[in-house]
C-alpha cells in the first residue's frame, strides 16, 4: 500500500482543516488506519486512528471533541477533520495503516510522507 498524504497549510488559531490520505492498491479496506503527527523536537505521536469499516475510532485525549477521523472506502481515501486548531497542533501529519485501531501503540506497516500543518497565535 503506498499512502499519499495532503491537505497541510497555515491557519490561525481556531480555524481548520482537513487532511487526506489517498491509498493505491485494491486493499485498503482491509486496514485499520491512522493518523500520527510530529512536532518539532518531539516524538511523533498517536493522532487517531479508524477501523476497517470505519464503524470504530479512536483519538488521543488532546484532540477528542475537535478532530475527526473518517474513510472512504470506495474512494481508498482517509480523512482528518480538523477543528478550533490550536498552535500546539503545529506538525508534520502522517497517515499510516496496518496497525490495529485500538492500540495506539501499534506498529504500522505503512506509512505516507507526511503533510505539515502550522497554527499560528
Known amino acids: 500500500v503506498q499512502l499519499q498524504a495532503s491537505g497541510g497549510g497555515l491557519v490561525q488559531t481556531g480555524g481548520s482543516l482537513k487532511l487526506s490520505c489517498a491509498a493505491s492498491?485494491?486493499?485498503?479496506?482491509?486496514?485499520?488506519m491512522g493518523w500520527f503527527r510530529q512536532a518539532p523536537g518531539k516524538e511523533r505521536e498517536f493522532v487517531a486512528a479508524?477501523?476497517?469499516?470505519?464503524?470504530?475510532?479512536r483519538y488521543t485525549d488532546s484532540v477528542k471533541g475537535r478532530f475527526t477521523i473518517s474513510r472512504d472506502n470506495a474512494k481508498n481515501t482517509v480523512y482528518l477533520q480538523m477543528n478550533s486548531l490550536k498552535p500546539e497542533d503545529t506538525a508534520v501529519y502522517y497517515c499510516?495503516?496496518?496497525?490495529?485501531?485500538?492500540?495506539?501503540?501499534?506498529?504500522?506497516?505503512?506509512w505516507g510522507q507526511g503533510t505539515l500543518v502550522t497554527v499560528s497565535s
Open positions: 492498491g485494491r486493499t485498503f479496506s482491509r486496514y485499520d
Open positions: 499510516a495503516a496496518g496497525g490495529t485501531w485500538y492500540l495506539p501503540g501499534s506498529d504500522y506497516d505503512y
Open positions: 479508524i477501523s476497517r469499516s470505519g464503524g470504530n475510532t
